[in-house]
């Protein structure tokens, strides 16, 4: 992921696509260029809520509903 503006940044994460309701799709980013001190991206081995040693629980994971 990368955003151009208001200035250009680098994210790295994780993300599950789940085949049923009530989500659909589970999402955990992190940035990483520029580097933000203590951030860690999270990884699948540690899976969701590993973003900086689980530092943040799951507060950074976003959950997104299929739209029918």
Known sequence: MEQSSPSNVT?????KVFPANPDSMWYEIAQTNPAVTGVTPPN???GFGSTSDGAYGT?????YLRAE
């Open 11 to 15: 994210s790295e994460g994780i993300y």
């Open 59 to 63: 507060a950074l994971v976003q959950k």
């Open 44 to 46: 699948a081995n540690d």
